[in-house]
């Protein structure tokens, strides 16, 4: 198997950082080391992410508010989008986890794996400094830099709620009218959408259209596909 380092294209000065960073509390607690595990770590690290992609953010978009920008970076680092990014480099495989964890599905658990993105990105900037930590994030993460660039503004709620369901399995989502009331001339439509056989969300519009695009906004809204069984 490939290594964490060549993975990420970082060789770490001080290898004790890396085993930190990769170790779960559920770990640190069997081996009866309870001071050695990612928590501290992962502190530091979303300190480290938040400056580097605000930077990078306040670099790109030299016009943009306060708030867009905000809204920009909540789309960088929710654990939805760290996730991700611990999929893209294969994170959970290695993770260092106690052996009820393990068992439970911890290398997919989305808390675990959000959290050892944080104290990678923390190991990193500890062992190499803020310029090595920038390097990471940049060079991993560009697609999705790059995402936010091409589409600064959240205004394709099907798009957006097919991206993060897609994050998680090849499933895409399905929409259905599930009712329609009115004269032919002035129709509403009631539509659903349904991903791994749970409704996320229903909307309403005067045509099919509009209320599939009410529908995934409000399944955006309502995150009700979030849970610890699966990766955001």
């Not at 439970?104 to 989305?110: C, E, F, H, V």
Request: charged share 30%.
């Amino acid at each position: 198997m490939e290594s964490i380092e060549e993975r990420i294209g970082y060789k770490f000065t001080n290898s004790l950082l890396l085993a930190e960073a990769l170790t779960h509390p559920s770990l640190a607690y069997e081996s009866k080391r309870p001071h050695f595990d990612n928590q501290r770590l992962e502190y530091l690290g979303d300190a480290v992410i938040q400056l580097i992609l605000t930077d990078e953010l306040f670099r790109l978009f030299p016009s943009f508010s306060e708030g867009r920008l905000t809204k920009l970076r909540s789309r960088l680092v929710s654990r939805s989008a760290l996730c991700r990014y611990a999929h893209k480099i294969d994170l959970g495989e290695y993770l260092l986890l106690g052996k009820g964890e393990s068992a439970s599905g911890g290398r997919k658990r989305p808390s675990n794996l959000a959290d050892a993105i944080e104290a990678l990105a923390g190991a990193i900037y500890l062992d190499g400094g803020i310029g090595k930590a920038r390097e990471f994030l940049l060079n991993n993460f560009s697609e999705f830099i790059e995402q936010i660039v091409d589409e600064p503004e959240e205004n394709n709620p099907k798009g957006e709620l097919q991206e993060q369901l897609q994050s998680i399995a090849p499933t895409s989502p399905s929409y259905s009218i599930v009712s329609q009331e009115g004269p032919d001339h002035s129709k509403s439509f009631v539509a659903e959408v349904t991903w791994e056989g749970t409704i996320l969300g229903r909307g309403t519009g005067k045509s099919k259209k509009e209320a599939e695009t009410q529908a995934a906004a409000n399944a955006l809204e309502n995150e009700s596909w979030k849970d610890e069984k699966v990766c955001e």
